[in-house]
Structure formats: structure tokens, C-alpha cells
């Protein structure tokens, strides 16, 4: 079994993850699984002029199960 749920993100200037949104799922049962995921994420800050700001990406989380 697999799936990918693709998820925008809000990263704040500290690199918080300060909002998710679900784009794609490809199976709507991973969703919730996978903005809980997304919401422990760090990263760090998008700069502008050498100064941290928000900005937004897209993050995809892929499932697999089974024999590989």
C-alpha cells in the first residue's frame, strides 16, 4: 500500500510551522496523520535581506507498507 498527501505549510520567522493545509491526499485517510506530522516540523526561517520572515512550501509525505 502506498500513499502521498501533499501539505502547504506556513513557516513563521522562527521556522515554526504556524499553519497546514492539506492539498492532495491521494487517500483522504492519511490526512490527519499527516498534518500532525507537519505540525512538529522545524525549519529553519526563509531570509530576506539577512533577516528571517514567514513564508510557505509545499511538503509531501509519502506512506508505505508492506514488503519493499
Not at 1 to 22: H, M, Q, W
Not at 26 to 52: G, H, I, M, V, W
Request: contains cysteine; aromatic residues 8%.
Amino acid at each position: 500500500v502506498e500513499a502521498s498527501v501533499e501539505v502547504e505549510l506556513l513557516v513563521d520567522s522562527l521556522g515554526t510551522v504556524a499553519a497546514t493545509r492539506v492539498l492532495v491526499a491521494a487517500d483522504e485517510t492519511f490526512s490527519e496523520s499527516a498534518l500532525q506530522y507537519c505540525n512538529r516540523l522545524k525549519f529553519r526561517p526563509a531570509l530576506a535581506n539577512q533577516t528571517p520572515v514567514a513564508s510557505r512550501i509545499v511538503w509531501v509525505v509519502d506512506y508505505r507498507f508492506g514488503d519493499r
